[in-house]
């Protein structure tokens, strides 16, 4: 596929040059489309991709259980991963099978060829992990890391929570997420296993600011990943940082949580009190007082409740601008409860320097607001994203294990 | 279980083929009274020939064997005569028999040439492995109907306690051969059926056999009603084992089949959901790996010459399973439920079991089989 030109799969997505673009949060909103073609995002740098590069349509996380019996079997894992992550996210002819009687080495959903699709792989790990007797990494464990705790709302379900380790693969397409899901566990699946498993999805292309599923838009107000100095601030866990090892400078802590939102009840639920809950118009996007999605909230505006979510969430005061998080979340639809209703909801995914200055924090303002009501947390977990991988011969975690 | 082959033995072998010595034309082995001259031979796998000079004082069959399987054989050697023999030999360790049954067999070491890469099987190679098998099967067949029987009889008898210790013996020999009794889709379902298979669940006309009985001595704890279905669950059984009789086990199902178990302790015995009534899970767990292990063990000089690294990873990996199946083997050799197992155990044999299907899924292929 060439550069000039939309390709095939970017017509068909309408995500062609011409076609509109879908970005991150907040950014298209701006007038500052980035399209997101077949193109390969790079996989290499200082940070892992898929923080503050742009969210593509479809998401996917699954966290793993750790079979790998020792060190030395921790270490191949990473080291497999980082060849596999090097390879689906680089687009590439697809290995075909040279004897028909062996099984083949690709599950063969992409044909002869990987198209990158934008596809990134994230990987970070979890609390468990550092506390595991088989790899002796309990002093190398990142200092807020914690096993996720419970808030008064929640009702985590055990299958879907935690995990050593997790996986964010994000793409434009739901295949290619499922095909380096699929290579992956080809290769990995006597070192880690499955815990539990979440897909997502955003509306793809179209301007504005995506809608979550109450039907508002989510994420005008996240920091613009763009800015990397903000994202040094906010996101990047810096060197040297109090307590953190040495390893952690350039990963960022990732809260993954699985919010069921109550779609039945929100869609009888007044629209003037479903904006009062959120605190924005709901067309509009714009706060309560305000004219435009991107006004700043006035949180003195009669029109504003004191309990709103975007002013619990971010008060927007000086001694609270340290704990913004940056938001890549989606949307998910999985079935029917047992009670007839609809399964679905938010798989909130966000990232920051320090989980206890940002998502924790945010999550005790948010304590027991309105919005509970209309929701509820079943899964997730606290996550370290590993640091990138800079240099040739270095793989992903290699900080981690004492190898760099 | 017994190993069959001393598979270890010949790999460390491969790594002293440099210092061998092999003879370019035929290996002369000349037999005496007393036994063989030399009493081993040092060859490189292929297909060897033998020049077998007969210097004792009747006549004589020479054989090559394997284990207990004989190889290749030339009988009838008349004192004072040579014959030749070549046989298609892998690389391992065989043993040849040297004039009187009283004198010591000699021993021939095959070794895999450097390199070497072997194609695929000879299907002549498989007859005694296939015919090694068979005879496995139907002898668990006819275990499998022995202790059914009892099962049955217990059941009918309404004795709870006695059917509940009887159940897992009973099923073991099925497991075992499940390859090759799930050939007989109709009996595998009258059998061994799962309430998950049935839309209706417990409660569903179909779900019959050892999960229905199951399900009847650990949730009612009662045999009420059983009785037509143990009569049934007995007759399936001896159906099976007639059925196995008249059957040709085909290579490649033989084969495969060891992938196959695994498959099925991967896909299913790992969650505990087998048998979910009785947590006897880890009797059928073991039970697929003993299956499949024989089914290695038969073939695995075969994979050996071709890909010694797969069959010392298969070994590694079955040895790993095993370790910790033992640790909840009780000393009358049941084993304690699977409610019993600690979530690190499980977790300890899911990475061995991944890794054995994995590499068994290749077995048929680098033995040039289509399955």
């Given at each position: 596929?060439?550069a000039?030109?939309?390709s095939?799969?970017?017509?068909l997505?309408?995500?062609?040059?011409?076609?509109?673009?879908?970005?991150?949060?907040?950014?298209?909103?701006?007038?500052?489309?980035?399209?997101?073609?077949?193109?390969s995002?790079?996989?290499?740098?200082?940070?892992?991709?898929?923080i503050?590069?742009?969210?593509?349509?479809a998401g996917?996380?699954?966290?793993?259980?750790l079979?790998?019996?020792?060190r030395?079997g921790l270490?191949?894992?990473?080291?497999?991963?980082t060849?596999?992550?090097?390879h689906?996210t680089?687009?590439s002819?697809?290995?075909?099978a040279?004897?028909?009687?062996?099984?083949?080495?690709d599950?063969?959903?992409?044909g002869?060829?990987?198209?990158?699709?934008?596809?990134?792989?994230?990987v970070?790990?979890g609390?468990s992990?550092?506390?595991?007797?088989r790899?002796?990494?309990?002093?190398a464990?990142?200092?807020?890391?914690m096993q996720?705790?419970r808030?008064?709302?929640?009702?985590?379900?055990a299958?879907?929570?935690h995990g050593?380790?997790?996986?964010?693969?994000?793409a434009?397409?739901?295949?290619?997420?499922?095909?380096?899901?699929?290579?992956?566990v080809?290769?990995?699946?006597?070192?880690?296993?499955?815990?539990?498993?979440?897909a997502?999805f955003?509306?793809?292309?179209?301007?504005?600011?995506?809608?979550?599923?109450?039907?508002?838009?989510?994420?005008t107000?996240?920091?613009d990943?763009?800015?990397a100095?903000l994202?040094d601030?906010?996101?990047?866990?810096p060197p040297g940082?109090?307590?953190?090892p040495?390893?952690?400078?350039?990963?960022?802590?990732?809260?993954?949580r699985?919010?069921?939102?109550?779609?039945?009840?929100?869609d009888?639920?007044?629209?003037?009190?479903q904006e009062r809950i959120?605190?924005r118009?709901r067309?509009?996007?714009?706060?309560?007082?305000?004219q435009r999605e991107f006004?700043?909230p006035?949180?003195?505006h009669?029109?504003?409740?004191?309990d709103?979510?975007?002013?619990l969430a971010?008060?927007?005061?000086p001694?609270?601008?340290g704990?913004r998080?940056?938001r890549?979340?989606?949307n998910?639809?999985?079935?029917?409860?047992r009670?007839?209703?609809?399964?679905?909801?938010?798989?909130f995914i966000?990232?920051?320097a320090?989980?206890d200055?940002?998502?924790?924090t945010?999550q005790?303002?948010?304590d027991?607001?309105?919005?509970?009501?209309y929701?509820?947390?079943t899964?997730?977990?606290?996550?370290f994203?590993?640091?990138?991988?800079?240099?040739?011969?270095?793989?992903l975690g290699?900080g981690?294990?004492?190898?760099? | 279980?017994?190993r069959?082959?001393?598979?270890?033995l010949s790999?460390?072998?491969?790594?002293?083929?440099?210092a061998?010595?092999?003879a370019?034309?035929?290996?002369?082995?000349?037999i005496?009274?007393?036994g063989?001259?030399?009493s081993?031979v040092?060859?490189?796998?292929?297909?060897?020939?033998?020049e077998?000079?007969?210097?004792?004082?009747?006549?004589?069959?020479?054989?090559?064997?394997?284990g207990v399987m004989?190889?290749?054989?030339?009988?009838?050697?008349?004192?004072?005569?040579?014959q030749?023999?070549?046989a298609?030999?892998?690389?391992?360790?065989?043993?040849?028999t040297?004039?009187?049954?009283?004198n010591?067999?000699?021993?021939?070491?095959?070794?895999?040439?450097?390199?070497?890469?072997?194609?695929?099987?000879?299907?002549?190679?498989?007859?005694?492995p296939?015919?090694?098998?068979?005879?496995?099967?139907?002898?668990e067949?006819?275990?499998?109907v022995?202790?059914?029987a009892?099962?049955v009889?217990?059941?009918?008898?309404?004795d709870?306690?006695?059917?509940?210790?009887?159940?897992?013996?009973?099923?073991?020999?099925?497991?075992?051969?499940?390859?090759?009794?799930?050939?007989?889709s109709?009996?595998d379902q009258?059998?061994?059926?799962?309430?998950?298979?049935?839309?209706?669940?417990?409660k569903?006309?179909?779900?019959?056999?050892f999960?229905?009985?199951?399900?009847?001595l650990?949730?009612?704890?009662?045999?009420?009603g059983?009785g037509?279905?143990?009569d049934r669950?007995?007759?399936d059984a001896?159906?099976?084992?007639?059925?196995?009789?008249?059957?040709?086990?085909p290579?490649?199902?033989m084969i495969?089949?060891?992938?196959?178990?695994i498959?099925?302790?991967?896909?299913?015995?790992?969650?505990?959901?087998?048998d979910?009534?009785?947590?006897?899970?880890?009797?059928?767990?073991e039970?697929?790996?003993v299956?499949a292990?024989?089914?290695v063990?038969?073939?695995?000089?075969?994979?050996e010459t071709?890909?010694?690294?797969?069959?010392?990873g298969?070994?590694a990996?079955?040895?790993?399973?095993?370790?910790?199946l033992?640790?909840?083997?009780?000393?009358?050799?049941s084993?304690?439920?699977?409610?019993m197992l600690?979530r690190?155990?499980?977790?300890?044999?899911?990475?061995?079991?991944?890794?054995l299907?994995?590499?068994?899924a290749?077995v048929?292929?680098?033995?040039g089989?289509?399955?």
């Open positions: 596929m060439t000039s030109g939309p095939r799969r970017a017509v997505l309408g995500l062609g040059s011409a076609g509109g673009a879908l970005a991150g949060m907040g950014r298209a909103a701006r007038g500052e489309p980035a399209a997101l073609g077949p193109a995002i790079d996989w290499r740098g200082p940070h892992q991709a898929g503050t590069t742009p969210q593509p349509a996917l996380v699954v966290a793993f259980d079979l790998a019996p020792d030395a270490e191949a894992l990473f080291r497999t991963l060849e596999r992550i090097a689906l680089g687009g002819a697809v290995p075909q040279e004897d028909p009687r062996l099984p083949p080495p599950s063969g959903l992409m002869a060829g990987v198209d990158a699709d934008a596809l990134t792989i994230t970070a790990v609390a992990l550092f506390e595991d007797a790899y002796g990494l309990a002093a464990r990142p200092a807020r890391l996720m705790e808030f008064s709302n929640d009702a985590i379900d299958d879907q929570a050593d380790l997790l996986i964010q693969f994000c434009n397409t739901d295949l290619s997420v499922i095909y380096a899901l699929r290579a992956i080809k290769a990995t699946g006597h070192l880690m296993v499955p815990r539990w498993q979440l997502g955003l509306r793809s292309g179209g301007p504005g600011t995506p809608r979550n599923l109450f039907g508002f838009k989510d994420g107000a996240n920091p990943p763009r800015d100095a994202m601030a906010l996101v990047w866990t940082a109090p307590g953190e040495d390893w952690t400078a350039g990963g960022s802590y990732q809260v993954v699985i919010i069921r939102q109550f779609v039945e009840r929100w009888r639920t007044p629209l003037g009190e959120f605190g118009h067309l509009s996007g714009a706060p309560l007082g305000g006004d700043t006035d949180f003195t009669p029109a504003m409740p004191g709103a979510h975007i002013r971010n008060p927007r005061t001694g609270t601008d704990n998080i940056l890549r979340g989606y998910y639809a999985r079935g029917v409860t009670s007839g209703q609809l399964d679905m909801g938010l798989l966000c990232f920051q320090d989980l200055q940002g998502f924790r945010v005790a303002r948010l027991g607001e309105p919005l509970d009501e929701v509820k947390p899964g997730g977990g606290y996550f994203a590993l640091p990138g991988v800079t240099g040739a011969g270095r793989f290699d981690m294990l004492g190898l760099a | 279980m017994m069959a082959f001393p598979r270890f790999l460390a072998l491969i790594g002293l083929a440099p061998t010595v092999f370019s034309g035929p290996v002369q082995i000349t005496t009274r007393s063989c001259e030399p081993e040092a060859v490189a796998a292929g297909k060897p020939t033998f077998i000079t007969n210097k004792s004082n009747r006549a004589l069959e020479w054989e090559i064997l394997h004989i190889v290749a054989e030339r009988e009838n050697i008349l004192p004072g005569f040579t030749r023999l070549s298609r030999l892998d690389a391992g360790d065989y043993a040849m040297c004039g009187l049954l009283s010591p067999r000699g021993v021939i070491r095959v070794v895999a040439e450097p390199g070497a890469v072997a194609g695929p099987v000879d299907p002549m190679d498989l007859v005694g296939v015919a090694e098998y068979k005879l496995f099967v139907q002898d067949a006819g275990a499998y022995a202790r059914v009892d099962f009889a217990a059941v009918k008898a309404g709870v306690a006695g059917a509940k210790a009887l159940y897992s013996p009973a099923r073991a020999p099925f497991e075992r051969i499940e390859p090759i009794a799930e050939l007989f109709d009996l009258s059998m061994d059926s799962r309430e998950d298979d049935w839309e209706h669940g417990v569903d006309p179909g779900f019959t056999g999960h229905r009985i199951e399900y009847a650990w949730v009612d704890e009662s045999t009420e059983m037509p279905v143990a669950l007995l007759a001896r159906d099976l084992a007639d059925r196995i009789k008249g059957l040709a086990v290579p490649s199902v495969a089949g060891a992938g196959a178990l498959e099925e302790v991967a896909a299913t015995k790992i969650t505990g959901e087998e979910r009534y009785s947590h006897t899970d880890l009797a059928d767990f039970a697929n790996v299956g292990r024989k089914i063990d038969l073939i695995a000089p075969l994979v071709r890909d010694p690294a797969l069959l010392a298969v070994e990996n079955f040895q790993a399973v095993e370790a910790v033992a640790r909840y083997r009780k000393a009358d050799g084993f304690e439920g699977y409610d600690t690190q155990d499980r977790l300890a044999m899911q990475g061995p079991i991944t890794a299907a994995e590499d068994l290749r048929p292929g680098i033995l089989l289509e399955v």
